[in-house]
Structure formats: structure tokens, C-alpha cells
């Protein structure tokens, strides 16, 4: 199954570790330092020209998303759930 991350992106939901709201990324210190790692690594990709509202890490990169983090587990949780 696919999940639509925004703009033209769309994965396999069993790529997907985690999703988590943007909020985490200025609240905690360890996630800061994961994303400053990866942004190095060239493995963040932002989606669309809209500004971002979640974070979903793959097991191969991290996509800033313009679509809330709630909607994204919805659309992951109703694939899983078919």
C-alpha cells in the first residue's frame, strides 16, 4: 500500500518508521540533532512549497510534509486497517 505525503510524493507505508507532528523538531534536542545528521547526509527532502507540518522518517529519509501529522497516521492506520 501508498500513502500520499503531499505535492507529488507518495510511499510505501512499510517504508514509513515514524511520523511525528513539526513541533518536535524545535522541543526536543535529540530530534534536532537526527535531523541535522540526516539534513547532512542529504536524506530530508521537503514536499511543495507550503510550510511544513509533520515529519516522516523512512527507513532511507526524512520528507517534511505540508500535510498535518494526524491525517498522515489517519491514511496510514485506515491502509494498515484494509
Not at 512499510?14 to 536524506?43: G, H, M, P, T, Y
Request: aromatic share 6%.
Amino acid at each position: 500500500m501508498y500513502i500520499h505525503l503531499g505535492g507529488e510524493k507518495i510511499i510505501r507505508t512499510s517504508q514509513i518508521v515514524a511520523i511525528f507532528d513539526i513541533s518536535i523538531e524545535q522541543s526536543s534536542k535529540l530530534s534536532r540533532q537526527f535531523v541535522a545528521q540526516a539534513r547532512k547526509n542529504r536524506e530530508v527532502e521537503t514536499i511543495g512549497e507550503e510550510d511544513s507540518k509533520s515529519i516522516v522518517v523512512t527507513e532511507e529519509r526524512i520528507y517534511y510534509s505540508p500535510i498535518s501529522s494526524s491525517t498522515l497516521k489517519k491514511r496510514a492506520h485506515h491502509l494498515v486497517d484494509l
